[in-house]
């Protein structure tokens, strides 16, 4: 049974910083795709920033997040992290930490196979 559990949510102002962290128990190897996903109130989940297996370097992202988020995974502890910088009211959401079982990272929601319960980020104005 594979889990993945996030951590480092909260309120922050505008212009703050935030770093994620997704914990996977279980049979999440260090092939895995990982990925991070965002829902907003009344809105679809949408893609984040993804990062792939074994990689420690080859990471993709949204737009919207470019330039402001970092994806990243240690492979020896089994965690991937999101550090989000200059974080923007619109950032506002549930953040929530993927796998796949393939180390070809998506982001696609449909290509992932195992979801955390999501993390609460807030950015107020």
């Known amino acids: 049974q594979v889990q993945l559990v996030e951590s480092g949510g909260g309120l922050v102002q505008a212009g703050g910083s935030l770093r994620l962290s997704c914990a996977p128990s279980?049979?999440?190897?260090?092939?895995?795709?990982m990925g991070w996903f965002r829902q907003a109130p009344g809105k679809e989940r949408d893609f984040v920033a993804a990062i792939n297996g074994y990689s420690t370097r080859y990471t993709y992202y949204a737009d919207s997040v470019k330039g402001r988020f970092t994806i990243s995974r240690d492979n020896a502890k089994n965690t991937v992290d999101l550090q989000m910088n200059s974080l923007k009211p619109e950032d506002t959401a549930v953040y929530y930490c993927?796998?796949?079982?393939?180390?070809?990272?998506?982001?696609?929601?449909?290509?992932?196979?195992?979801w955390g319960q999501g993390t609460q980020v807030t950015v107020s104005s």
């Open positions: 993927a796998a796949r079982e393939t180390s070809s990272a998506s982001h696609q929601i449909r290509d992932y196979d195992y």
């Open positions: 279980g049979r999440v190897f260090i092939t895995y795709a």
